[in-house]
C-alpha cells in the first residue's frame, strides 16, 4: 500500500478491490469527476479525492470501510455538495462516498408522521412526494441538498423558528462506523429517554464520526392556509423589539426574517422587487382556519404599529405571498447581478435574540472602517444571521476573511456560536478553541472513540 502522509492512497490494487464491493459502474477515477467532486459551494479551494464512489446499500458502505480502516484510506461523505464551509471536501484525498444513489424512500409512516429514507434522497423531492399524503420534512435549506447533507450538517433554515432544525427532527438513524459496523440508534418513539442519545450526536458530526445510510425522520401536516408579512422599521433596534414581541404574542410564526437596509438595496435589483430601503421583517403564519389567520393578521400588525413599524403589509393572497418570498429566495441573484464577477463570501453565526443590535452595531462598524460593502439577512427568529461580502480579488478576499473573524468573535463573545447552520467545516476550524474551551477536548476524545484511524473526514471541526 502506498502512502501520503499518514494516510493510505487508493493505488490500483485498491481500486479494483472497492470496484469489486461496489461495482465498477459505481466508481470512477476519471479526472473530470474527481474534480466535480473537490470543492463544494464555498470559497475555500478544491481537494481532489483518489476515486469517486457511489454507495448503492448499507452493506457496501461497510465493506468499504473495512477495506478504508485497514488501509487508513480517508473517507469523505459527499450528500451533493451544497455546503458553504468545505464540509464535503476530501482534503486528504482517499474515497469521496457519494450517497446520490441511495435515494429511495423506505416506508412513509403516515399515521404517525415519519418517514424512513435513505440518506441520498434530496428533501425537495422527498417533500413532493409527501404532499400526496398531506405531510412535509420542515427542515429548509434551500439548495435540494440531501437528508443525510442536512443531517450531518444540522442544516435549519427559514421554517426553523417554527420547526426546529434537523437535529429536532430526526429520530432514528442507521450508522455505519469507521470499522465497518452497521449500528441502528433511536427509535421511532418521539419520546426517547433511553441511554447516550448517539442518533443526535452523529446529527451535526459532519460525516467525522460515522456514515448515515438509513433515517427516520418526523413530518408535520401540510397546513391549508397561509399569511406573509412585511413590516419595515426606521431603526434595527425596533425590529429586533417586534421579533421579541412577535415570539412572545405566542402567534407561533413558521419564519420570522430580518433584512438589513443594504440587504434591501440588494433584493431591489431583481425583477419586480420594490423594497423600501430600511430594515425589515419577513413574516410567515400558518393555521388550519382561515379565520384565525385573519386575527393573526390583525394582533400582528398592531404588534408591529405598536412598535414604531412605518409600513405594514400583510396578505393572504398567494401571489402577493409568493411575490415577498421571491426577493428573500433569490438573493444570490440579486448579488450577482449587483456584483457581476465578483465572489460572494458568506457568514454565518448566531446569537441569543436580544445581542442581534450588538452584533448588527459591530458589522456596520466594521462596514465603515473597511469601505467594503456587507449584506445582512438573518433567521432573526431564532438569532441565527447571515453577512454576504463581496471580493474581487486576494487582497480584498483577505480583509473580508479578517471581517469574517470580528464577526464570529463577536457573535462568541456575545453568548452566540460560530456558526448556526452551515457547520465548522473548514472555514470555522479557527474558532473551535475560543467557542468550546476544555469541551472541544471531550470532542476529540469522542471522535477518536468513533475514528480511532481518523479515516472519517479527515481536516474538519478539529483541523489538521
Ligand atoms: C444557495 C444555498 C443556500 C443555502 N442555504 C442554507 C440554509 O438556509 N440553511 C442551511 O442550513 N444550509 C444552507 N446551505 C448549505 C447546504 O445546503 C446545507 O449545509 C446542506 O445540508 C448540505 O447538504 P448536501 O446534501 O449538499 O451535503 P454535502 O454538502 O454534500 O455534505 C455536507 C456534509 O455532510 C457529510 N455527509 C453527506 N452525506 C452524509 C452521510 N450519508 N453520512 C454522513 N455524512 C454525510 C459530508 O461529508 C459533509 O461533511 C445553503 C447552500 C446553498 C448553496
Redesign the pocket.
Known sequence: MIARGTFGIVDAAIAERIAAIAGADNCSRARAERELHSV??SMHPPSLPDIVVWARSAAQVSEIMRLANANRIPV?????????EG??IPLHGGILLS?ERMNEIVAIHDEDFQVTVQ?GIGYKDLNETLARYGLFFPPD???N??I??????N???IRTVKYGATRDNVLALQIVLADGRIIRTGSRSVKQSSGYDLAHLITGS??TL????EATLKLAPITQHNIAVQAVFDQVADAVDAVVAVRGSGLDPVALEFIDSHMAAMMNSSPNVSLAESPQLFMEFHAAHAETLERTMAFIREICQDLGATQVLATADNKERLALWYARHHV?ESFQRLHPGQRAYLNDVAVPISAYPDLIACIDELRIESGLPAYLLGHAGDGNIHIIFPFDDEAEYRIVDAMNARVVEKAIELGGTATG???V?MGKVDFMAAEHGEALELMRQIKDVFDPRGIL?PG?IFGA
Do not use: R
Open positions: 463544494d459551494q469523505t461523505a459527499w450528500g451533493v455538495g451544497t455546503s458553504i464540509n464535503p450517497f440518506p435549506p434551500g439548495a441538498a440531501t443525510g447533507g442536512m443531517i450531518a450538517n442544516a435549519a433554515g459532519e460525516g460515522a456514515l448515515v445510510t444570490f447552520e452551515h457547520g467545516g473526514n474538519k
